[in-house]
């Protein structure tokens, strides 16, 4: 891959952000990094740190300035406020990664609609499940190595945040992705309960799954302040995976040539954040 581009990258101190500036320094990019906070956030030296809101356009126009690609992620739950941002890109930059998702929310696919026709070179990543989601259940692991949930039984390809990294840095700077919409998924299907096994297994301490019922998760949802909608949402997802799990997609080896991390591999990159202190 060419090296010496200039791409900025936003939620560049989130789970995935922070992979893909990391990948792109090894390939020779150079690399600006978004936050609204750039005093804690926190990268690598190597990398530009450049503060921006995504929901104010106008602060985003120095950190746009000889940038040729964006990875866009749009931590939001609707598409509002995308046309003023696309239109700030587009005036600076050619290439633009969208980190989407395979739900296809309505957001997402506006937000699709919205960049197909900014004018701007698109790829867009609709990665299922992120392993990382199981981070949730850290606390509860160390403190008292259950986890008490409902659907337990709900099946799904956990994909490895450094994985969906690898396939947005191929797209920022490689050929041949340009209007690619890729599905990522991780390599294996695996429940939830099956997933807290493996925690367990890396740690070495038997973690147990505990099956509560969806009303006790939707009420301690709701207490932590999280939306309703989205609160449905998930726990509507996780009732069909239980049904139907989702399957398998090949992507992440065809786009980067190496085999999709297995839940096991990405629970070992994050043994500690699960092990009582
Ligand atoms: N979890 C899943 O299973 C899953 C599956 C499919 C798709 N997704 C999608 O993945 C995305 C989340 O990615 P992630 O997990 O890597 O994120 P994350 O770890 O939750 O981090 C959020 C990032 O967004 C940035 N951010 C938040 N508000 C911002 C604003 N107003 N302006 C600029 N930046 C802002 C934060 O940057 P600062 O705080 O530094 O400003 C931070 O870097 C979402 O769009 C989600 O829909 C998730």
């Given at each position: 891959m060419p090296g010496q581009r200039r791409i900025l990258v936003t939620g560049a101190t989130g789970t995935v952000g922070r992979q893909v500036v990391a990948q792109l320094l090894e390939?020779?990019?150079?690399?600006?990094?978004?936050?609204?906070?750039?005093?804690s956030a926190g990268l690598s030296d190597g990398v530009?740190?450049?503060?921006?809101d995504l929901t104010d356009p106008d602060s985003l126009q120095a950190s746009l300035k000889g940038v040729e690609a964006v990875f866009l992620i749009w931590p939001f739950a609707t598409a509002e406020g995308m046309p003023a941002v696309l239109e700030v890109v587009a005036a600076q930059a050619r290439r633009i990664v969208y980190l989407s998702s395979a739900a296809v929310r309505g957001h997402e696919r506006q937000a699709e609609q919205l960049i197909g026709r900014s004018g701007l070179e698109w790829t867009f990543l609709r990665p299922h499940a992120?392993?990382?989601?199981?981070l949730r259940w850290a606390e509860q692991i160390r403190t008292e190595a259950v986890v008490r949930e409902p659907y337990g039984a709900a099946a799904m390809p956990p994909l490895h945040e450094r994985d969906l990294a690898a396939v947005a840095v191929h797209a920022l700077v490689g050929d041949g992705h340009i209007g690619a919409t890729y599905e990522l998924t991780g390599p294996e299907i695996l429940t939830q309960a099956e997933q807290v096994s493996i925690i367990g297994e890396v740690i070495g301490r038997p973690v147990r799954w505990e099956e509560?019922?969806?009303?006790?998760?939707?009420q301690q949802m709701l207490a932590r302040g999280w939306p309703p909608a989205a609160v449905d949402g998930i726990l509507r997802a996780q009732a069909e995976m239980v049904i139907e799990p989702r399957a398998t997609t090949a992507t992440v080896g065809e786009v980067t040539g190496a085999r999709a991390r297995t839940f096991r591999t990405w629970a070992s990159d994050h043994a500690g954040e699960f092990r009582a202190t």
């Open positions: 390939t020779g990019a150079e690399v600006r990094a978004l936050t609204r906070d750039s005093e530009e740190v450049v503060r921006g992120f392993a990382a989601n199981a509560t019922s969806s009303q006790t998760a939707r």
